[in-house]
DNA sequence: CTCGTCTTGGAATTATTATTCTATTGTTTT
DNA sequence: AAAACAATAGAATAATAATTCCAAGACGAG
């Protein structure tokens, strides 16, 4: 009988067993399935002190579900607690197109379109899972607040981030707002900033290699005290430094290509909720 | 200078202070806010070897932020791993999921930002699941084929649209590729657009309702037998019509406001199956 | 160019932690 | 009641991991 591999077949291994087990291995099984934080971060012998047993015990409770030694089983722990959110939706794709399963080893997706798909969709799905977790109701308060009473908006955001930047401007525009997209095209970005004062805001899109214009438009607004809300990858971006609100988009560590999706969906929910501060306003 | 004890704390403070960091101590610090899990329960030895420093600097930079090793240090990731395993961390994600059931009855998102960005992310999971499903194989590889052996490409798209444009015209401009970018400034639409020959193809995105420069201009390069890669909303949207390829990106009935992620999800898609394509034909 | 300062690499050392082993205890069987 | 068996405790050992230390290298200032 091989060892579980994840935390959830070895919860159930452990509740099916957990009757035949002698006593002290009963008492480490309670406690596992009970405090399965201590179990993935203590030590044997700090565990052996908070179960009231000796170190040995464990060991031995480990060798009895099959693992060579306590750390192998702690691994299946430690697993549970980096669990991606989500390995259903990729499972299921996966099931779809069988394509699919080839990519996984390689990390980067296969030759067929269609696999190339399901990979993206399934990455994107995790990155707006990710932005969904990961963004503070903090920042999407102060951010609309901020948008709120601005005189001007302005959009920062070149290469990459660009239609990002532009599709704000877009919307921003159709809820009557003075809406200013900064697209270097006459003059450099730099120049352009220069036109927000500190009764607007500059909304800033970067990831990296983050654009040079963009950083050195934004040290200057934030050196004039213009409000800067930033939608970036890192809060060590050289846009996060001075801006007044940061939006932090994780990117996926094992994946090369940058996907647009997870900014394009703060970006929508911005201007929606804008929007509804403003007409909640006006009535 | 007290070592920060939250994850919070200690991550604003690598970002407060990371400029002014050497050389090693800086990518410790840029893993270290992006890798939050693998501080939290590698080695020192792992860490430096996924890092691409020696052990020592890891303990330098624990050592820099005011703990005594390393080890105290890691107690701070940690602890963010357990708080994120707590039972109100899965609640949000249910609750997430219970949103998009929701959304199904009312189709509208609630007033609080934090609300609609959960309406948005759990319509826009919506959206990619159906561009999945509803996208076949034949189509993603006629384009592909086309797109690999046409001498230049034209992107078209306006209004809330050009965003996909571009961003297409980046990514295949990146790739080498001849990209052409119908952006309206210097002319009409439908002037540029005569640029495009029978070997090249046109890539047209619009959705309703349709930009009647786009449309246009899309009538005129099919009547000159030039291929049409249709992203729109409907088989029978007027971009639809003379398309060589077209896909179909649908919109959800009950929700008034139209998303971008789909179509970027799509474009990104294409993009990355063409390069692909190149690459394999070149080898 | 040379000195002084700060940073880095890498082996040596110390510490911590896991694991093993054996004596002992308790329990069941005859 | 004694023998056999199973389980456990606890010290001893092996392993792994963290930390220290010093020499070498890089960089600036004078």
Redesign the interface.
């Known amino acids: 009988m091989p060892a579980p591999r994840t935390y959830e077949d070895l919860r159930s291994l452990i509740a099916r067993r957990h009757l035949e087990l002698s006593d002290r291995l009963r008492r480490i099984a309670e406690f596992a399935v009970q405090h399965?934080?201590d179990m993935?971060?203590k030590t044997v012998a700090g565990l052996a002190n908070s179960i009231g047993v000796q170190p040995s015990s464990i060991i031995r409770f480990a060798n009895g579900f099959g693992y060579d030694g306590f750390s192998e089983m702690q691994q299946v722990f430690?697993s549970?607690?980096?669990a991606e959110?989500?390995p259903s939706?990729r499972e299921r794709?996966a099931s779809?197109h069988g394509a699919q399963a080839r990519s996984k080893g390689n990390g980067s997706?296969?030759?067929?379109?269609?696999a190339?798909?399901?990979?993206?969709?399934a990455d994107?799905?995790g990155a707006?899972?990710e932005?969904?977790?990961r963004?503070g109701?903090r920042e999407?308060?102060k951010?609309?607040a901020l948008l709120a009473q601005s005189k001007a908006i302005h959009l920062l955001g070149q290469?990459?981030s660009?239609?990002?930047a532009?599709?704000l401007h877009?919307a921003l525009s159709r809820l009557d707002l003075r809406a200013f997209l900064v697209d270097s095209?006459a003059g450099t970005a730099a120049r352009q900033a220069r036109m927000a004062s500190r009764e607007d805001v500059v909304i800033a899109i970067s990831f990296k290699d983050y654009s040079p214009d963009v950083v050195t438009a934004v040290e200057e607004v934030v050196a004039r005290k213009v409000p800067v809300i930033a939608i970036t990858d890192?809060?060590?971006s050289p846009l996060?430094?001075g801006a007044k609100v940061c939006f932090e988009i994780?990117e996926r560590?094992d994946r090369p290509?940058r996907?647009?999706?997870a900014p394009?969906?703060?970006a929508?929910?911005?201007v929606?909720?804008l929007g509804?501060s403003l007409t909640?306003r006006n009535s």
Chains 1, 2 share one sequence.
């Open positions: 399965p934080n993935a971060l430690r549970r607690l980096v959110a989500t939706y794709i779809m997706a296969g030759g067929e379109p269609a190339v798909l399901s990979q993206f969709v994107d799905i707006l899972e932005l969904h977790d963004t109701e999407l308060t951010a609309v290469g990459r660009f239609p990002v532009f599709y877009y095209l890192s809060p060590l996060a430094a994780a560590r290509f996907s647009l999706v394009m969906c703060l929508e929910s911005l929606v909720s509804h909640a």
